[in-house]
């Protein structure tokens, strides 16, 4: 079992994500996270989907999004794709772990964006497995509460997915 | 030229080649059969007795002609009663352009009268489907819908157009009919490989489907298998594409299969897979499935490379032309011992065949009724059928003699499917036409006869009647220890009475005499005719993989399991 990353171009109309999330609950595949939004055509939407599963499994998520007719191509991206998540979490704010959390930040690059006596709200961005280790240090702290993206993925160098 | 968009609706029907729809009229598409009534000299509408009967019709007419079925349907429960035939004809790959009114703009997500979101409910069953909200894009949406339904692999297109669309004018300018989009062509490496499998093969079987069906390739691949000494199966869908008469063509395979088809199957070492899917009717165990054959498999669906089953070769391109490259290239060759082997395979049938009819003492037993049927249809005839055990010795028994001549629901399995598509058929072909049906089946659709009785449609109802649900009976016999739960109709309809009450014609038949004089009457009836065809309620179709089993369970005798 892998973690899979598919980059589906859309065009930009109306009830098109629920196409392709119809088929997804049809088929019987299931979607760990994903991602819609603008790109840089209006006539475009891209939609990153991540997916555990086998090669066999995702041939075919790949091959039955390229049934429907709004998408116009779909990519599985490749291992040294650039990939991001960006999360909000909230920790509790207390005297005795403040100093620890602010140098998690430094350290994970990340940003503290709201602060009160009782609690921070830090913002971050990373492949995913650097969400998830920070996640896990900030557990002992306290969470109160998180929002994390699904991926967002392109190729490195000059290589687009339509030019592909 | 200006015009309201039911007009436009209607004129692009007209240019994209239509000259029948059907359909059922209501308050959102009032405007559309206006523009009906307006062109009538140019379109025919086949009013039908319930929508499903519409959809089955279009169905049906698209199945025999190759052609693009169309039907139209009002908002909410008119739209909703069209979504099983739009289901069966998406399963079966049927191009079909269901049209359907709904509430105006305005009052749309307002839980209106007859409102219903059928571009959400038919989004899983159709190829692809259009809310209009424009009057100037109505048109080249429904070219657009024409291409998408019969282009690659075809299938079902809905397109929801609100009322206020209907009405507002737009410029309408008539164009060409919509081509079928091209295909890739396969590689000349993926050909060669092709080739080298086939040339390799000591014992070919050549596999045809629906699509193969559908593209008119069955003279094509007998003169194939006569060229490399191979023989040839098909699926469900690929009945009616060769002459059961070909002596290269083994009939159907799978859980209903013909013994010698699914063994010859079993026994090759090299499936060529035309247009097939792999259904799970057709493999039964996938584990077990084919174990000592390569499989070539060659479609224009992507998506049926690897689904079901693991191939060896793979060839996502233009069947039509890859099978005829392939063909043309492949050297003639003889496989003696191939043959040989085949040939004992159809003995041993002939021989399971005739010791199961020596056996069966019933006045009028289901093979009986297929020979006095073949004996007596005449050329061309379309046989459709309804679902359960009357439509298996349909695909066992029935005999074709040309390609599109066999409608009905294969993936879907819809019961209630055959009348109207048989109206549908013979709209369509101008046939004489069949319907093979059981009193369960018949039973869901069957004020469809009213239809056939307002245009005098000359279809002839062959009514298998057990007084049971026997497909669903036998499975309680095999496996459910006799416990016939909810399968005995025990109901007292006279359907001699009932046809006559629609103003058909009903005949009843106990007796192979009986079939045969009625039948007689029936095909000279130049209208609709029901025969009542009382058979036992214990007969069983065979043979038979058991669910989940493979061939190597196949049932091939009552005694072995009753």
Redesign the interface.
Known sequence: MNTFHIAVYVENK??VL??VT??F??RGFNIDALTVGETESPAYSRITITLTGDA?LC??VV??L?????VKKVEMMESETIKRVLMLIKVRNAADTRADILSAVEVYRAKVIDYTADAMCIEITGEPTKIDAFIKLMMPFGVLEMCRTGVVALDRGEKTLLGH | MKMTGAEIIVNTLIEQGVTDVFGYPGGQVLNIYDALYKYQDKINHVLTAHEQGASHAADGYSRATGKVGVCIATSGPGATNLVTGIATAMLDSVPMVAITGNVPCSLIGKDSFQEVDITGITMPITKHNYFVSSVDDLADTIREAFSIAKSGRPGPVLIDVPKDVQIATAEYVPQAVVEKAPLPKASDEEIAEAIRMISEAKRPYLYIGGGAAGLGMGADVVAFAEKIDAYIGCTFMGLSAISDKCPRFLGMQGMHGHYASSMAQKEADLIVALGVRFSDRATGNVQKYARGAKILQIDPDYAEINKNVQVDFGICADLGDTFARIASACEATTRPAWCEQVEALKEKEKQIDAEAERRNKAPLPPHAVFDIINEKKPAGTVIATDVGQHQMWTAQYASFDRPRRFVSSGGLGTMGFGLGAAIGAQVGSNSPTVLITGDGSFGMNLHELATAVSYNIPVVVVLMNNGVLGMVRQWQTLFFGRRYSNTVLARKTDFVKLAEAFGAIGLRATTREEFASAFDTALVANGPVVIDTLIDQDEFVLPMLPPGGSIDDIITAKEEQA
Do not use: D
């Open positions: 109306y009830g629920t196409r119809s088929m609950t049809r066999h041939e075919q091959s039955q390229h049934k429907l007719h709004n």
